[in-house]
């Protein structure tokens, strides 16, 4: 089964984009950092998903990249699956291209891997898991 897991924002000012879901009346979790990622991150629970967003900590991080490149904006769409392993196994048998083979541990411990933007209509594509308890 899948569910839109979060919407990642890619923003300049991680402190400025709370606020303005802070004045929106919604909440925002405590921040995280996803050294992999070089990025600092806060959730915003939207109904059954949320919004994440996106700080660089590093200029040679994607987000900085991507800001550089288009701008704060939508980055990517993150879908929630049941079995990350079996699903990525499945895209690679049937040639759909991903951004690294390796399945990651990203904010909240959810394990995800990104599916290339040239195999999903231009749209960069976050498949995520809840990391099974005990792991």
Do not use: C, W
Not at 52 to 57: V, Y
Not at 91 to 104: A, M, T, Y
């Amino acid at each position: 089964m899948f569910t839109i897991d979060h919407l990642g924002i890619a923003v300049k000012s991680l402190d400025a984009a709370k606020t303005l879901y802070e004045n929106l009346g919604m909440t925002v979790l405590p921040e995280e950092r996803v050294e992999v990622e070089k990025v600092r991150v806060a959730m915003v629970p939207l109904g059954e998903s949320r919004i994440e967003l996106l700080e660089a900590t590093s200029e040679d991080s994607a987000i900085a990249r991507f800001i550089a490149k288009r701008g704060e904006g939508l980055h990517h769409v993150s879908l929630r699956v049941d079995d990350l392993s079996a699903t990525v196994e499945n895209l690679k048998k049937n040639g759909v291209r991903l951004i690294s083979d390796e399945i990651k541990v990203g904010a909240g411990g959810h394990l995800y891997v990104f599916i290339h933007p040239a195999s999903a209509g231009g749209v960069l594509l976050e498949l995520t898991e809840e990391q099974p308890e005990g792991v």
